[in-house]
């Protein structure tokens, strides 16, 4: 990657828009032959990072009601060929247990990994393509250093949603993304050519 990583902020009226999103992202997944594709998706609780999740999952072919793996931590979707991992780290006792997880038995082609609460595994997973960071309206905007996945910028840092914020009410969702990778670039070029950065509603 050169220069600054593509970014983009998307305000979500509504979940249904959450779900389109997590649809487009689903559709337009790029698969690999050499490595698994990874999604870090953050947000306090409530954000709806497993509602997103699910519209993902859904939009790969994932038949069955989704649920955010809280206590189990992973859950595995088998996808044909492909699979699916949907981790979710809220619960993790630190570095020991998500090496219990297995996670690295999952790093192989045509293998996607979701991600949520990825702070809590800081320095101990994958490298993401694409992270997402969700946001209430009125929440504090942007996770404190030490709360962070990794070293770098939080996504779209420093991009306004405007004067009255996400969906300028009580309802409604900001997502900032980052692409972190080369596929994770063309992953997001894809969705933003769907998807209209402005509101989706
Ligand atoms: N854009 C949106 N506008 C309003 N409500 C939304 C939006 N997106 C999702 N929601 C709602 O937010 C609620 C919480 O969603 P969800 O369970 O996906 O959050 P989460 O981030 O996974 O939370 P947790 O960290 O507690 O698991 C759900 O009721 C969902 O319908
Ligand atoms: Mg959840």
Sequence with gaps: MSGAPLS???????????RRLGASLGRHCPWSTSGARCLFL????????????????????????????????????????????????YRLHGVEELEQLGLRDYL???????????????????NADLWLHLELP????LPEAGERPDAGEWPGAGESPGEDGPAGGADGR?????????????????????LPLSDID
């Design 174 to 194: 900001l997502c900032r993304v980052q692409a972190r990778s080369i596929a994770g670039e063309a992953w997001l070029g894809a969705v933003r050519g769907e």
């Design 42 to 89: 953050s947000g306090q609780l409530g954000a709806g990072k497993t509602t997103l999740a699910a519209a993902l999952l859904a939009a790969l072919g994932v038949s069955e009601a989704v649920r955010s793996p809280s206590y189990a931590l992973i859950e595995i979707y088998g996808l044909g060929a492909r699979l699916a991992v949907h981790v979710d780290l």
């Design 108 to 126: 192989q082609s045509d293998t996607l990994l979701l991600i949520e609460w990825p702070e809590h595994g800081a320095g101990a997973l994958p």
């Design 8 to 18: 983009a902020v998307w305000t979500l009226t509504d979940v249904h828009a959450t």
């Design 138 to 141: 009125g929440a504090r905007a």
